[in-house]
């Protein structure tokens, strides 16, 4: 499922940005009253099932992949990002698996977890030690990141290898940062790596965004004419075993989005 | 062995245990940096690159030590580190 947009323009293109806005400034308000409800009812779940802690992450995993379908959805209606993602979730393989994307926009979190129904994800060491969030993200099974130590590597592919049997998803983007505009950056190698040592697939997600939006460029007051497609495919799904060599899988991984991007 | 001797077995560790096949050990540069730029090598090279050393020399770092960054910064800051954990642990047993 591959989008595609219209360039031709018409008379009417300064106006339906002037909408576009409108309905970008709708939606960061009501963000901005409903989010702190939000937040404090995912507080609150967190406190459930805390001596389960997997049962705890699909639970919440399932009411934040909701929420963010909810979320998309809107912005869908308003027109201001269109996103689909049906078949996705059909497309993975059965049992655990780890899905790597590209990271073009900042909504690629949400769209993925959208799409797969829930995603336990690799989070900054700043953002994961935040008094007033890092609950959330224990509780959604969420891991910390190595950050700038090269030797915590180790134990972020424990913990990701451990929340492989969470029934959860573990999406990975393996550049660490946002794609460059139409490119990538390179790739880490914890996610395959991890994939290695568990003997689990590797499913690779493409992630497009066309016009680009809500990337490093192009910011979110400036939405772009025509509606900006986001789309979510699988590109391929790997099956590594622990005598694969994690470079030699990235180094593949790598080409392919090239190939693809 | 000297801090010279010290920095070409280090350069030799690097490139046998990454497989670098297209690395001579004495193109690295010893204050060029390891990770990103530089070599361009990851956070995976440097748990290998532990182990490596941990086999080779004895030394090992700690997950949570904030100055990790800095012992793996270049081949120079390795050496420097491996030295002081030597004589740490030579003055230790005496």
Aim: net charge neutral.
């Amino acid at each position: 499922m591959v989008a595609t947009s219209s360039n031709r323009s018409s008379p009417l293109d300064p106006a339906l940005r002037k909408v576009r806005l409108g309905w970008v400034l709708v939606t960061v308000g009501i963000y901005t009253v409903l989010a702190p409800f939000g937040y404090a009812g995912l507080w609150l779940l967190c406190l459930l099932w805390r001596r389960d802690p997997p049962r705890r992450a699909r639970r919440l995993q399932t009411i934040t992949s909701r929420a963010y379908r909810l979320m998309h959805g809107w912005l869908t209606l308003t027109r201001v990002l269109s996103f689909r993602w049906r078949d996705v979730a059909a497309q993975l393989p059965a049992g655990p698996c780890i899905v790597i994307a590209n990271h073009p926009t900042l909504v690629d979190v949400t769209a993925v977890t959208a799409a797969l129904g829930g995603a336990i994800s690799i989070v900054k060491p700043g953002l994961y030690r935040r008094a007033m969030i890092r609950p959330l993200l224990v509780g959604l099974g969420h891991v910390e990141g190595p950050g700038a130590d090269p030797i915590r590597a180790g134990r972020v592919v424990d913990d990701i290898v451990d929340r492989l049997s969470w029934g959860v998803p573990v999406v990975i983007f393996p550049e660490g940062t946002r794609s460059p505009p139409g490119g990538l950056a390179p790739f880490g190698r914890v996610a395959f790596e991890a994939a290695r040592r568990a003997g689990v697939p590797l499913v690779s997600l493409g992630i497009r965004c066309e016009p680009l939006y809500l990337s490093k460029e192009v910011a979110p007051y400036r939405p772009p004419h025509p509606m900006p497609e986001l789309t979510v495919e699988v590109i391929s799904v790997d099956h590594p075993d622990k005598s694969s060599e994690s470079r030699a899988l990235r180094d593949q991984a790598a080409q392919r989005y090239s190939v693809w991007l | 062995m000297s801090e010279e001797q010290l920095a070409s077995r280090i350069k030799e560790i690097i490139v046998e245990t990454l497989a670098l096949e297209d690395v001579e050990p004495a193109s690295i540069e010893t204050d060029a940096p390891l990770f990103g730029e530089g070599l361009g090598l990851d956070s995976i090279d440097a748990l290998e690159l532990a182990l490596a050393f941990h086999k080779e020399f004895g030394v090992r770092t700690q997950e949570n030590d904030e100055n990790n960054r800095q012992y793996y910064y270049s081949v120079g800051s390795l050496v420097k580190f491996i030295t002081e954990k030597q004589a740490e642990a030579a003055t230790s047993e005496a």
